[in-house]
């Protein structure tokens, strides 16, 4: 039986990132929540600091914390501050969260790699943040898109071909 492993992530509403992510090779489960911020047990509305982001529990052999992170890349624009299709504010800023060094240090190389293809008009602007507790948001925002297929996302595949291959 192979061991799990989690990322975390925030790259705008959490819906659509979740949605994206719940089909990609590899990835087993995924919940969105709240992260970064200033409070303990944060709600929808209250949540200073706080980023909108998830929880990727995936088979490391099947994929890799760099291929989902390639991925990341792919469905949201990691060039804006604090924003994400109509979505402002810093609960929607593009992030990162590593667990350790080793993650830390492919995520930095992930956002090199990302800024020297040439493929976004700007600079990545994704924060590299300590992973702290991670807080499961409230029921009806998990599974939000297949619950309503018509709700609102600004998430969607970007660039077909990735920023790495297997073998980089």
Not at 8 to 32: H, K, N, Q, S
Not at 50 to 77: M, Q, V
Not at 132 to 157: M, R
């Amino acid at each position: 039986m192979a061991t799990y492993k989690k990322a975390y992530i925030a790259g705008g509403c959490f819906w659509g990132m979740e949605d994206l992510f719940r089909t990609r090779p590899g990835v087993v489960d995924t919940e969105v929540g709240y992260q970064g911020g200033q409070n303990d047990n944060p709600t929808y509305k209250n949540h200073p600091g706080h980023a909108e982001g998830i929880e990727i529990t995936y088979n490391p052999n099947e994929t890799s914390f760099k291929e989902l992170l390639d991925y990341f890349f792919r469905i949201h624009n990691p060039t804006t501050v604090d924003r994400q299709g109509n979505d402002r504010g810093s609960s929607y800023r593009s992030a990162i969260f590593y667990q350790n060094e080793e993650e830390k240090q492919i995520a930095e190389a992930m956002i090199a790699v990302v800024d020297a293809s040439g493929k976004w008009d700007a600079k990545v602007v994704t924060t590299l943040e300590p992973w702290s507790t991670f807080w499961k948001a409230e029921d009806y925002h998990q599974d939000y898109l297949v619950k309503n297929p018509n709700g609102y996302t600004c998430h969607f595949l970007r660039f077909k071909e990735p920023f790495v291959t297997n073998g980089e």
